[in-house]
């Protein structure tokens, strides 16, 4: 009777201790729904880095305890909202360390900041620290200051390709992988012990499209040419007195010096006119004069694509499930309110047949209405799996730094016989068909069963192919041309085809507009898909847990990533699925 009643004390008290803390949750969640106060002549302190999430997590706990991440998506809303706030009179732009190996948001978030500036008020840049994709940003200021005792870490741009062969080796294990396209590189990180004469091309392309990218936006910025650019990103990294005598930035300051340096921050003693953007997101759109009449879905597609559900990998981050996507274009479609609809894509590819299922049902949805039209809009990555969602597009539109292309396929599996055999552990496989065996962890392949995976390998390839060359209005040749598993920036891309223009959500969301008839100088309400969760239904769901950036840096940052990378296709696909996956590259 004693220990009944000592455990129902426990279990009373972690009852307790539960309701407490939704209790304290809920109250700090209506707290800040509240609109934040701004005062009169702000300015807005922005601060990007880390992952640089397209959109917020879909962790309403995670928001209200701080750790939400940055929302590139969120900041450009701010920055939308702040250009006609009048109580907005300038832009402080901070960025810490920027952790994303890609580009694409970052020429976004860089390209609202000019859009910023078109309204007549200034954005200036201190940098505690200026490596490249940190600096690239600033560049959008009307100055820049550093941190006088701060180097400035601008010398250009690397990739890094990590390879397991060796690894795969030495524990017995055999990596055994099928490829269509000689370019598709993404199994070589597990078949090759260094670089294909095609995949140390495509790097090479990658890497200096992306570098040439990064010295344009510099020289137009710093008014230099871009061979006087690439001079200097020769000398670099810089310290701080050679930075400013290279004009590269305007000034060295500490923090506290700027409001004494820059008339734009200046404020009466005593008077504390800063506000975070963090708080600013917060500010109604409608306050400042924004009020949508039309709407516009916004369909994200964020992560790897399997079948079934969307989920939350630990890993890997977002996951896109056909069965959730699928479940939310028919419910677009059956929204007559719905003027056009805008598919976000940021996504490596992954399970072929998934990226099929969600391209049928966009080809349903754009012949169901065909008035109704259907953008993409691609961010760091639209490649493989991703790509061929964005097909059944009317328009598709792409940052210049965007990874897209990818079309080609791989299959195969790792069989760990000969790992095991060094163990000391038998194994014996009975079957009941002539490839009963075809999945067999043990050993690889036989040749005839080859034989036949690259036939079915080819005819999805084939299709792949054939549905890019109708979308784009070009030849199966053409296609194939580009195609056969290189990956393309966005620039390239829209130079071989693949790619109609240039920009960020913005620009698509214009074009979906002028297709849709809405007047450009109209305002209208974007519509997300997925819709977030409730508060009640995240913390019902678990408790502050779903940050891509705690699980990066549990993961270990840039080696998280290439775990997760290369796990994927033993984790999160059905055994002997075809995948339409881009490779991975470290890029610095």
Known sequence: MAVRRGIALVLGFMGFIGMAVFVVAAALYFLSARGPSVPDEATLVMRPGGELLDTRPDDVVAQ????????????????RKAKRDPRIRAVLLRPSTVQTPFWAKLQELRGALIDFRESGKPVIAYLEYGGDREYYL?????????????????????????????????????????????YKTAPNQLTQTGLTPEHRAMSEWLNRDLYDQMVLGIAQARRKTPGEVRALLDEGPFPPQEALRTGLVDGLAYLDQLDDRVAALKADAGEDRYIEESAYQRVSARS???????????????????????????????????????????????????????????????????SDVIWRELMITRDANPRRPIVVSMSDLAASGGYYIATPAHV???????????????????????????????????????NADLGSPFEPFRPEQRVRLMAYMRGFY???????????????????????????????????????????LDTAVAIAKERAGIPAEEDVELVGYPPRRTFFEALSDRFGTSSVGIWAQLAGGFDGRALAALTAPVRLFRRGEPLALMPYAFVR
């Open 64 to 79: 209200v305890l701080g750790n939400e991440g940055v929302s590139v998506r969120g900041m450009v809303e701010s920055l």
């Open 462 to 504: 084939d299709d792949f192919v054939q549905k890019v060359a109708t979308s784009r209005q070009r030849s199966v040749e053409q296609v194939d041309a580009v195609a056969q598993g290189r990956v393309w920036t966005g620039q390239q891309a829209r130079q071989h085809g693949l790619v109609d223009v240039l920009g960020g």
């Open 138 to 182: 600033a560049t959008a200021a009307s100055q820049i200051f550093l941190l006088p005792a701060s180097p400035l870490d601008l010398s250009g741009i690397a990739s890094y390709e990590v390879f397991l062969r060796g690894a795969l080796d030495k524990i017995g294990a055999q990596p055994d992988f099928l490829q269509i396209g000689a």
């Open 288 to 354: 400042v004069g924004i009020r949508p009449d039309s709407r516009i879905a916004v369909l994200s597609a964020t992560g790897v694509i399997v079948s079934g559900k969307s989920v939350f990998d630990p890993l890997n981050g977002p996951v896109v499930g056909s069965d959730t996507v699928v479940d939310q274009i028919q419910q677009i479609r059956d929204d007559d309110s719905i003027r056009a609809i805008v598919v976000r894509i940021d996504s490596p590819g992954g399970s072929a047949t998934a």
């Open 396 to 434: 598709i539109v792409a940052e210049p730094g965007t990874l897209t292309g990818s079309i080609g396929i791989f299959g195969g599996k790792i069989a760990i016989g000969g790992t095991l055999d060094k163990l000391g552990v038998t194994t014996e496989t009975i079957t009941s068909g002539k």
